[in-house]
């Protein structure tokens, strides 16, 4: 997609990649009569800069590091979010799907592109792509070794499909060698992949 706009400006390079990402949707929205420019470069604002996947990672090093936050996200997600003071735009509920050694959780929207914003920020742009949300819920594995990601034969892998009112967020299983870990070192690791599903915490990248 041409990523031409009615304020280009160069930018550091660092950012291209979501640049482009954020332009390339911009555009679209606006061509399609959606947002006024202004009105969207403020949501994009807040959900790539200040908010985005830091919620979600949050969100993940609470549940490794404190059991009763943990139970209460499993009971439900939406009020557990809702202590760290995150929330959904237009109230939608979230369900924190717990990965274990027998399963690995995975999320997909075979309908459109439903995604936890108010936790994970931008969807990448493979998300709402045709081949991935169709090929998850038929081939997850085979999903997950194109991203790399291959699990033992023993762990089943449970897809998720999300929909307008409910949204999804993997809890990954907490890396060997992160006890005593603080909860910042441990956000450090949550990858927004692995709160997808499509990857595993990023342990020995640790920033």
Not at 34 to 51: C, G, K, N, Q
Request: aromatic share 8%; charged share 25%; glycine share 10%.
């Amino acid at each position: 997609m041409s990523g031409h706009h009615h304020h280009d400006h160069d930018h550091d390079n660092h950012l291209a990649p979501i640049e482009a990402r954020v332009k390339a949707l911009e555009s679209l929205m606006v061509a399609k009569g959606y947002v006024d420019p202004a009105a969207l470069d403020a949501i994009i604002d807040s959900y790539e800069t200040r908010i985005g996947p830091r919620n979600g990672a949050r969100v993940v090093a609470r549940a490794w590091s404190d059991e009763a936050f943990a139970a209460r996200l499993r009971e439900d997600g939406t009020a557990a979010v809702a202590e760290l003071g995150y929330g959904g735009r237009g109230g939608e509920h979230i369900i924190a799907c717990f990965n274990s050694p027998e399963e690995h959780n995975l999320i997909v929207c075979t309908l459109c592109s439903c995604y936890p914003w108010p936790v994970l920020g931008l969807p990448p742009v493979w998300y709402k792509s045709p081949p991935y949300r169709s090929k998850a819920v038929i081939d997850p594995r085979g999903v997950l070794a194109d991203f790399g990601l291959t699990l033992p034969e023993g762990q089943r892998i449970r897809v998720w499909d999300s929909t307008a009112e409910t949204r999804f967020i993997v809890i990954p299983m907490r890396p060997a060698g992160t006890e005593g870990w603080s909860e910042d070192r441990l956000a450090a690791i949550v990858t927004r992949d692995s709160m997808i599903g499509t990857g595993l915490p990023a342990v020995g990248e640790a920033r």
